[in-house]
């Protein structure tokens, strides 16, 4: 197939690059090549590639800088997107949006399912969410992917925070008290990979198996990297940033489950694999 991905710089942009390339005809955009807060500059792009599919990795992804840029944060992953639907409109393209855990409130204290309602508690998730609504108002054809904790090779991320930390300090505070599925950027692409090539439009939640606190993901990292230093827990208050974040957001791959799609793998499988790429 003919894909687009757009927002091909970013952390998972990269990887899908990588994957997709394997088996379809894949052109790409970065913020330089096409920003899609320009709606003519994003139809006209669009249009001229004319793809089969549309991977919208591109987005404003500072959950804490959301806050106080939040204007950037509306223009960029709720007018964004609708640029993106409105040229994938014109090209009659399958668009596949990727969202996040962030969407929920953590208030239910068990996993999510892609029925459950969504209370976004700041303006990132807001703004994530609004893109979904963007995407679902304008088109026939697009997967909404929900995932949550991402980390890959080309962006920055926790484990490589963590990993950095633990070089220039003897104790590291981590937050114990949120919850979630660590997941793969390497993972989520094939899972887009697989998604694509059906007709099975709607709304998905993918992730990494298995979920875990920050602080408990923080002490397999250094456990697995051999790494000796001390961990604290905190409280999400006690640790302070400026944004809100859900307690539990733990995704149910429900939908994915349903479809008979293969599951993802541990999240601890993943970190291995990725870690082994470190060295
Ligand atoms: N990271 C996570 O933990 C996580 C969790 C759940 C969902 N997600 C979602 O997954 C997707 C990929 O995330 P990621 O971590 O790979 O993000 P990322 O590394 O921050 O990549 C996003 C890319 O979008 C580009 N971009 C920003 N504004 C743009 C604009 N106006 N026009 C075109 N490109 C623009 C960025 O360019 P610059 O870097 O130059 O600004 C960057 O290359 C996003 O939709 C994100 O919301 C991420």
């Not at 979630?180 to 709304?203: C, F, M, Q, R, W």
């Not at 606190?213 to 697995?224: F, K, R, V």
């Amino acid at each position: 197939m003919k894909v687009l991905i757009i927002g091909a710089e970013g952390m998972l942009g990269h990887d899908l690059e990588a994957v997709l390339k394997r088996e379809h005809e894949v052109s790409t955009t970065t913020i330089h090549t096409m920003d899609i807060t320009d709606l003519d500059k994003t139809v006209r792009t669009v249009g001229e590639i004319n793809p089969q599919v549309v991977v919208l990795a591109a987005a404003y992804t500072d959950v804490d800088g959301s806050e106080e840029r939040a204007d950037l944060a509306y223009q960029v992953n709720v007018l964004g997107t609708r640029n993106v639907a409105v040229a994938c409109q014109n090209t009659s393209s399958a668009l596949v949006y990727i969202s996040t855990d962030y969407v929920f409130d953590g208030a239910k204290g068990s996993s999510y399912q892609e029925y459950d309602p969504v209370n976004p508690l700041g303006t990132y998730g807001k703004t994530k969410y609004l893109g979904e609504v963007q995407v679902r108002d304008l088109l026939d054809r697009f997967y909404i992917l929900r995932t949550s904790w991402l980390y890959g090779l080309h962006g920055p991320n926790f484990v490589a925070t963590m990993l950095g930390l633990a070089e220039k300090m003897d104790q590291i505070k981590v937050v114990a008290d949120q919850i979630g599925s660590p997941t793969y950027t390497v993972d989520l692409a094939e899972a887009i990979n697989h998604l694509i090539k059906t007709p099975a439009y709607g709304v998905y939640h993918v992730t990494n198996s298995d979920h875990c606190s920050w602080y408990e993901y923080a002490q397999l990292i250094h456990q697995m990297k051999g790494v000796e230093v001390e961990l604290q827990p905190v409280t999400t208050e006690e640790f302070g940033s400026p944004a809100p974040r859900p307690k539990y957001s733990v995704l149910d791959n429900y939908h994915w489950r349903l479809q008979g799609f293969p599951p993802l793998r541990s999240y601890k499988e993943a970190l291995k694999d990725y870690l082994d790429l470190l060295k």
